[in-house]
């Protein structure tokens, strides 16, 4: 597929918006992506199949450019094109707005905002310093020079604001204040939102007259690695006296049903979350399990209204808050993630069903 091709698909599915369309056009993917990307395990070097590079660079896959040495995790990558033209749309930007976008990767969003709005108006500040130094050299090698900080992004850039809309590409669990008080009131922040139990969703806030709070509903459903100081850390826990007994739900109805997954995980912020494949299982089954770094809970795929189907060790039975919390979600229509929402203030984050006057109970 050509990006020609690439920007049609994404113009007829509706993710690209029409007075975003030129510019995507006139700024192709390939001028921001490495030479080297990570797909399916396997490290693409351009100059040796280059054919290959291209296909990936203009297909609408997200794709890693960078992991973590020891963990081989991803650890930067350059985002799916239908979730950056989603991203833009929701942003909303208009000549003479100032826009701070908060991780630069590899420079593509940066420069698909500076051509929109103009190179001056955007600030991108980056906690990784060689991903920012390689970022500015290619805007700067297509000719566009917007801001660009080496830092820690979710302190924000005090000097530049306030900003019309600030732009997260790398999810949280929690809105840093300093955000909201460098955004202009009425002005629009948009960041990937998740929990350790299901990350998440794209969450559309609008800052108050006042200045000190912002809400807003979640608006698409997309999962983005964590801004770097909000990673989860799952601790460690010992699972001894087991309690057994049978489940309430199948798990599947959790762990292959993302709205049911990003419902639980509202309600239980501090609930970690796998599937796993227990060969040492007299059952041979896959399970979930969940943990809050001392309880620890599993339910079997197969069987799962077994009588040991659940095991639960801790001062928790995580599973069975897990179980209240999915009926809870079934008791109010199984809503998708659209219909919930987070006000941010003084008081703290608050997460809410259909309007703020509705908050979603904490859990199980």
């Not at 992506?33 to 693409?44: A, C, M, Q, V």
């Not at 976008?101 to 500076?114: C, D």
């Not at 629009?188 to 000190?212: K, Q």
């Not at 993630?337 to 979603?360: C, K, Q, S, Y």
């Amino acid at each position: 597929m050509t990006w020609d091709k690439l920007t049609d698909a994404l113009r007829a599915s509706g993710a690209l918006s029409a007075d975003w369309e030129k510019t995507f056009r006139t700024t192709p993917r390939d001028l921001f992506t490495p030479d080297r990307i990570l797909s399916e395990d396997e490290w693409i070097d351009r100059a040796e199949r280059a054919d290959h590079w291209a296909e990936l660079v203009t297909s609408d896959l997200a794709l890693v450019t960078q992991v973590y040495d020891r963990t081989e995790t991803p650890s930067s990558s350059s985002s799916m094109p239908t979730v950056v033209a989603q991203m833009l749309r929701h942003l909303d930007v208009a000549e003479g707005m100032r826009v701070l976008e908060v991780g630069i990767g590899t420079g593509w969003t940066a420069g698909l905002l500076s051509r929109q709005i103009g190179a001056g108006n955007v600030t991108s500040i980056e906690v990784d310093p060689d991903l920012a130094d390689r970022a500015r050299c290619r805007l700067h090698a297509v000719g566009l020079r917007p801001t660009v900080i080496a830092g820690d992004g979710t302190l924000g850039h005090p000097e530049g604001a306030p900003f019309d809309r600030v732009h997260f590409t790398a999810a949280v669990q929690r809105l840093p204040a300093a955000i909201i008080a460098q955004t202009a009131p009425g002005g629009i922040i948009l960041v990937p939102y998740g929990t350790p139990f299901c990350n998440g969703a794209l969450l559309r806030l609008t800052v108050a007259e006042d200045g000190r709070s912002a809400s807003g509903p979640f608006v698409e459903g997309v999962s983005f690695m964590w801004v770097r100081d909000q990673h989860p850390d799952s601790g460690e826990f010992d699972i001894e006296d087991v309690r057994h007994s049978a489940s309430g739900i199948d798990p599947a109805d959790v762990a292959e049903q993302t709205h049911a997954a990003f419902a639980v995980g509202l309600r239980l912020p501090d609930l970690y979350r796998q599937n796993v494949w227990a060969g040492y299982d007299r059952f041979g089954t896959g399970r979930v399990e969940v943990w809050d770094g001392v309880s620890y809970a599993h339910c079997r795929f197969a069987d799962w209204d077994g009588r040991h189907a659940v095991s639960q060790s801790g001062p928790r039975n995580l599973w069975d808050e897990v179980e209240a919390a999915w009926h809870w979600w079934a008791d109010q229509g199984r809503p998708g993630f659209d219909r919930f929402g987070l006000t941010v203030g003084p008081e703290g984050h608050a997460l809410w069903l259909d309007e703020p006057e509705n908050p979603v109970p904490s859990r199980g």
